[in-house]
């Protein structure tokens, strides 16, 4: 068995034999111990991190030394113990120890060595590093009942504790926390024992400063600096505030957000300079103060304030970071002229360093005009030559390049801003070949190159790609991912095979990961064909083997699947079920995963997309089970799990359909839901109540639930006419004689009705069972000429239908009903721009079947008829099934030459002449 060196069992090596007897620790233990230290004995802190040694050495103490059988050598081992533990983030095992020794004081009494605030004010520290004030309470108040319980072996909180735990609680920058800060501080004050001293205040302090933007938190922590200092006063703690407590008060208002916020921040600045101008030493301004009262003006914009303080204010130390704070703050605001201004500071500076430089550029790049980009470069440009002909010792870095290229990118003229870095990245190989400086290219250099050129043109991304590879500058997996979607934003097969050959090259080099894949899918994704559906299985198929074989970083991830599936959906067939399944399968395993984000929108969103592509019932019900599951679904879940049912079109589907679009636009209107259903998806339910047949006597009244909604959601009627289309349908398959009327009702109550949405209500009245059903038809068509309404082949087809469908009627209404269809068909024979269609002369010979007596003269005009529609090439199998009908077998024959026996007429269409 291998044995971890720790610091409990280095303290054995030291010890007497008699007390590894005692400890009943075994010689040959202690010898593969004593030999692994005396190995690595620099290398145990190494392993301490990792946690694995240090437990086993907690472990060996827990395990190995007897209740009431520890003397002073273990005792000062357990508590070295402690703070190794500590220093490595572990206080829950220095925590274990701790007790250990607890329990062994009250077994042992007054043997036993004493437990000092220090043993427990480590543990509280080690809590306070790790952000976890209530750890860090829980250990105080294990040391206030372990000394009430034991008086004379543990020692109660002393300053240092009270103070621990008040940089727990401050440190975690919650407003709650702050209340306990305050109980800590009073009961401090109240206590003859325990004096706050400065730094109890100024932590106090931090802890509304670290309030960023909390309504009053800056006031208060200055009101703690007037009770600090009154305190001070009245003499009843020796220390007063110093120039950090003030810096604190400035922090907090710098970072308050109140609109006088700068202003307070000033006034305490001023006081530190007044309180030193009287003979306080410890209270004078300093760069810290200077810097974050300069931040505080730099944040409201006032970039005056900013400059005059950097000129007037007298504080001791290097004035660097308060010339970087001043160009800095011109850099953030943007303003025209920032670049000057930055320049001008720049000469100002006695002693400026690179970074200075640096800052300079970054406030030429982000000033609010166009030529920044080129303003950047030039500054780069004049510091380059003033290094090489020694007029400066800036030496111009990387850093500096990198900053030019971020503006390039940045620049409104993408060809030229991809020009000006091409010559920015050769310039940098020149000074590193001819003067050694440190310009060579890197990474982040190369990836803004190929980034520019490829928004300008995939190819010459592509190319740079190329060249890097062939250097010593292997470029990111993401810039691979730059050119693989520049390329897929073109979508012709020649960027596809581009994209491929990129991922070949990634995975020759062993550098493929998990984007690299996602970028391919999805440009597969575009290509809605098989050999694209086969790719993307195979690619899926490489990702999962590679996982199998523990990389994590090339497996797929849900965004993987999301795509893969959208590449299905793109094809949908039937046959591709199973696999859509098995996909989604795999992919609700990743909520397994602790790792894994687990299933993401996208990932919903692609498996209900599919289905809802695929018209299967099975499909339907998949869709369903899988959306109610989703925690919180959005607008593409609900839509797609309701186009999924509707577009099934059995009875049952069309129903889930109609109730899940109820319940989830209730939940929408209600605040419930995020995102409403789309449009397509109330199409889809309403195109399903149409055509399910068993419904229909409750379809109408469905469809005008559904219409109500839509007025609640305020629908604009003009986007989403196919909505008010697909209702005017539904209520024509009505039996209701007063059908029409309703729906010229629900018409003229849309505002900017187009010619469709008039058409579908001429439908309602021609498939009404209204008697007068073909005058009121012809009135709207008339109607809709008075309002300027551009007439269609559908307009004029609805009235001929009216005529054609006609029942039951007198003679003289017959005759009338006859006279409007030859009227409306010559009507549509006169017209500019329509003319007679093949169900016009179907609908016109149905006419001449329903509404004239049998005679010669009637096969005569049908006959007319025909061959005016043959002249015009609209024969189509529903006019010779209606032919069919109306005339003898014989005339049928004559006319068409087809066999009067026929009953399937669509298989004859091919035989007839094609100028029919």
Known sequence: MQTCPSIVLRALRRAPISILKRHKVSLQKFQVVDTAFHREKFAARELLPHGVSLKKAVNTVLHDVKDGDMDYAVWGQCRKLIIYACEHNKPELATQILNRMIREQLLSGQQAPKLSARDFNIIINAWTKLRQPEQAENAFKQMLSSHAQNPSQVEPPDLRSYNSLLAAWAASGSPDAVNRVLEILEEMESSEDMNPDTYTYNTVMASYANLVEEYGAAKAAEDILLRFSERHTQGKIAEGPQTVSFNIVIKAWSNSGDEKGADRAHKVFSLMEKLHEEGHEDIKPNVISLVTLMNA??????????????????????????????????????????????????????????????????????????????????????????????????????????????????????????????ALVKDMIGLTKEWKMQTKPDEKIVDILIELWSRVNAEKGYEILGYFEKQDIIPWRNSYNTVIRAFNLKRNSGSIQKVLELLHRLESRGMAGTSNYNEVLFGLSKHPNVRARNRSLEILQVMEDTLQKGDKGKGPNSRTYATVLYTLSSHASGDDIAIAMDIFRRMVQLEKDPESRGIDRGGYTAILLFLSRIKHHESADTATDIFNRIPEPNGAHVSSAILANARSFTEMHALT????????????????????????????????????????????????????????????????????????????????????????????????????????????????????????????????????????????????????????????????????????????????????????????????????????????????????????????????????????????????????????????????????
């Open 297 to 422: 003006y730099a944040k409201e914009g006032d970039l005056e304030m900013v400059e005059k303080l950097l000129h007037t204010a007298d504080v001791d130390g290097d004035l660097t970071n308060c010339y970087h704070c001043a160009i800095s703050a011109y850099a953030k605001v943007g303003h025209a002229n920032a670049g000057d201004r930055a320049e001008e500071i720049l000469t100002k500076m006695k002693d400026p360093i690179e970074d200075t430089y640096k800052i300079v550029m970054q406030a030429h790049a982000s000033a609010n005009r166009p030529d920044a980009a080129n303003r950047c470069e030039d500054f780069l440009g004049r510091a380059v030559e003033d290094y090489l002909k020694y007029k400066s010792d800036i030496r111009p870095q990387k850093s500096f390049f990198k900053v030019a290229l971020d503006a390039w990118l940045d620049h409104h003229n993408q060809e030229e801003a991809a020009e000006r870095a091409s």
């Open 657 to 916: 359909a109609y109730n899940l679009l109820l319940k989830t636009s209730r939940l929408f209107l209600a605040g419930k839901l995020k995102d409403p259903p789309n449009p397509s998806a109330f199409c889809a339910v309403l195109r399903a109540l149409s055509k399910v047949n068993n419904i229909h006597t409750d379809s109408v009244k469905r469809a005008y639930k559904i219409l109500d909604l839509i007025k609640e959601m305020k629908f604009n009627a003009l986007q989403h006419a196919d909505i008010y289309i697909l209702f005017f349908d539904t209520l024509a398959r009505d039996t209701n004689n007063n059908s029409g009327i309703e729906a010229e009702k629900i018409l003229h109550s849309i505002p900017n009705r187009n010619t469709a949405l008039w058409n579908s209500v001429l439908k309602v009245w021609s498939s009404s069972w209204h008697v007068d059903k073909v005058f009121e038809t012809q009135r709207f068509l008339r109607e809709m000429q008075d309002a300027n309404i551009k007439l269609d082949i559908v307009s004029y087809n609805a009235v001929l239908l009216a005529a054609a469908t006609s029942a039951k009627m007198s003679p003289e209404i017959k005759e009338k009903t006859f006279k409007i269809a030859l009227e409306t068909l010559e009507e549509l024979k006169h017209s500019e721009n329509i003319q007679p269609d093949n169900f016009s002369y179907c609908n016109m010979i149905r006419c001449y079947r329903t509404l004239v007596q049998p005679s010669q003269e009637r096969i005569n005009s049908i006959q007319e008829m025909f061959e005016e529609c043959k002249k015009k090439g609209e024969v189509g199998s529903i006019c010779l099934e209606e032919l069919h009908r109306a005339l003898p077998p014989a005339d049928f024959e004559k006319c068409t030459g087809i066999n009067a026996g026929k009953t399937n007429l669509k298989k004859e269409m091919p035989n007839i002449p094609i100028d029919w």
